[in-house]
């Protein structure tokens, strides 16, 4: 991959986002609101997803394919915005390009450690990622006094694909999934995949309003516009008129994915193509 591509790292380069599918816009959306004059080329696996219940070499190879794909925009940096592809492909993704491939893992993780007070966090999340065990590794290396529990919660993605962020079934399921943390006395909460943020609110209701919760697309999005920063790449210019700042590519259902996109994402989608990403 490195030969292949000349790499471009200027200030109006544009982001490179990708996920699984619509989640990964919870980040996309932190990033515009952190960075308004950044402009963002997207990328859902809306073919392929769920990764969550998928091996490390699918989503590795999945995730490969989808950075040729950015790479050819000449992105001057690669967002992975899904928990499930940063815990198991991000590290491989980051010795095959020449340009900073930031995950939403390791942010996460880092301000858990910064705001627990007993030292007890719970990672919620795929069983993927939490097979992964990478919270717990990026935790343990910050703090090894820290208590982490984890719990895989599988239902979460189609609720919130099903629209149902305020429901009773969405209540029910959230009880099960969380009274065993309860019980643990956990004072930190990780909400380790890109759809639990818009369940946001069921999910402090039941775990507890002193149970702080962290939302790792909010964190990545800071640890981004720090990383540009430093390396003298945040765009000081805002957009031009006409132009057009935020990019979508689906692998699938272009129409759904707007739809859904415009209801997580105020600054009008205007479109969202459909690519063939076997074809990188
Ligand atoms: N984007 C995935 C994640 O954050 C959730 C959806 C999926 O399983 O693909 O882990």
């Keep these: 991959m490195k030969q292949e591509y000349s790499i471009n790292l200027r200030k109006d380069a544009p982001i490179g986002v990708f996920d699984s599918g619509v989640g990964g816009l919870t980040v996309a959306r932190e990033i515009m609101r952190q960075m308004p004059n950044e402009k963002i080329i997207y990328f859902g696996d809306t073919a392929r997803v769920p990764y969550g219940s998928k091996s490390k070499e699918t989503v590795t190879r999945y995730s490969k394919q989808i950075a040729r794909f950015l790479l050819s925009f000449q992105v001057k940096t690669i967002v992975v915005a899904c928990n499930t592809a940063s815990a198991y492909a991000r590290d491989e993704l980051e010795q095959e390009v020449d340009i900073p491939v930031l995950g939403v893992v390791k942010p996460g993780a880092r301000t858990a450690v910064d705001v627990t007070r007993n030292g007890k966090i719970g990672v919620i999340a795929t069983e993927a990622t939490i097979g992964s065990h990478m919270y717990n590794k990026y935790i343990t290396e910050l703090n090894k006094d820290v208590t982490i529990y984890e719990k895989a919660c599988p239902l979460f993605v189609p609720l919130v694909e099903e629209g149902l962020w305020q429901d009773p079934v969405t209540d029910e399921i959230a009880k099960r999934y969380l009274s065993e943390l309860i019980d643990l006395d956990i004072d930190t909460l990780i909400m380790g995949c890109t759809h639990y943020p818009l369940i946001r609110s069921t999910l402090g209701r039941i775990i507890g309003e002193e149970v702080t919760l962290v939302n790792p697309a909010y964190e990545t999005a800071m640890e981004l516009k720090r990383l540009l920063a430093e390396q003298d790449l945040l765009n000081d210019q805002p957009p031009k008129l006409g132009e057009n700042q935020y990019q ?25 193509k459909t690519i063939q990403i076997e074809d990188y």
């Excluded at 692998?251 to 209801?263: I, Q, V």
């Design 248 to 272: 979508f590519y689906v692998s699938d259902g272009a129409e759904k994915f707007k739809r859904f996109a415009n209801s997580i994402i105020k600054y009008g989608i205007l479109s969202a």
